[in-house]
């Protein structure tokens, strides 16, 4: 059972957060949530974005935001900022790819041939490692029928999760917390494992395998929209939903940050 927001106790060294329906609320990065993110900066905390999105999109927020690292593609590409610049980290070796970039447009076409409205999202001509059906950006596709592409997917040995836009499908053995755990091992040397200083906040399906593997790990409000669908539960919930309930996180981890951090 999922504890109130009100529960979580620091210490806290480090947030990792998720971005779609997490800090951005009905497709808008809200000021509220923008400043909430900039508070987290100013106090110093560590902050991880960990999305589905593509790694351009991680390329240019880790340019222009002090993120400690951005993992895109649910892993499958992150980037770490150094002295010198990004440093691109890719989930598997990059002479892979091509061959597994025929395989998940093979499976595209096909899902476009089965379903009617089933479409690569516009943002998979910016992706390097994995793919996306849209479901509900631009597409207005049943939960049902996601959940049905995503059966298809794995049918296939491709990885595939369902986020609150896209069902994300790429190679197998990648998924946000594989990633998540590497990013904390290479830039997190003062912290291990099992990581209880460090927190997630996520709302969706492809959330759950950190959900799983934290113990300070929180859902913002929507996240009870895909309740029963999720293998693993956040620890704590928040009280309001999307970029509002990443607000009232923040609001706790600077609370927390200023007796303990
Ligand atoms: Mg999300």
């Not at 998720?18 to 949530?33: C, E, I, K, Q, Y």
């Not at 595209?108 to 379903?115: L, T």
């Not at 059906?133 to 040995?157: C, H, Q």
Request: with cysteine; hydrophobic share 45%; net charge negative.
């Amino acid at each position: 059972m999922s504890k109130p927001l009100s529960d979580l106790e620091g210490p806290v060294r480090a947030l990792f957060t998720d971005l779609d329906g997490t800090m951005v609320t009905n497709a808008r990065f809200s000021g509220p949530a923008q400043g909430a993110l900039d508070s987290l900066f100013t106090a110093n905390l560590p902050v991880v974005l960990v999305t589905g999105r593509p790694a351009g999109w991680g390329h240019a927020l880790a340019s222009l935001f002090p993120f400690a690292a951005v993992i895109t593609e649910n892993g499958g590409v992150s980037f770490v900022p150094e002295e010198r610049g990004l440093r691109k980290v890719l989930a598997l070796p990059a002479r892979e790819l091509a061959e597994w970039r025929t395989i998940m447009l093979d499976a595209a076409a096909d899902i476009s041939e089965q379903f009617s409205g089933a479409r690569l999202s516009v943002d998979s001509a910016y992706r390097e490692f994995d793919l996306a059906i849209d479901w509900n950006e631009d597409a207005r596709l049943s939960p049902g029928v996601a959940d049905r592409i995503v059966e298809l997917l794995l049918e296939r040995g491709l990885a595939a999760s369902r986020s609150s836009v896209h069902v994300n499908y790429g190679p197998p053995g990648v998924d946000k917390w594989v990633v998540c755990e590497r990013i904390l091992e290479e830039c997190f040397a003062d912290l291990s494992a099992p990581y209880d200083d460090v927190v997630y906040v996520g709302d969706s399906l492809n959330d759950a395998p950190v959900f799983g593997a934290l113990s300070k790990s929180v859902g913002v409000a929507n996240v009870r929209d895909r309740w029963d669908e999720l293998p693993h539960k956040p620890g704590y919930i928040t009280h309001s939903r999307e970029g509002d309930g990443f607000c009232e996180l923040v609001d706790r981890l600077l609370l927390l940050c200023q007796n303990s951090c």
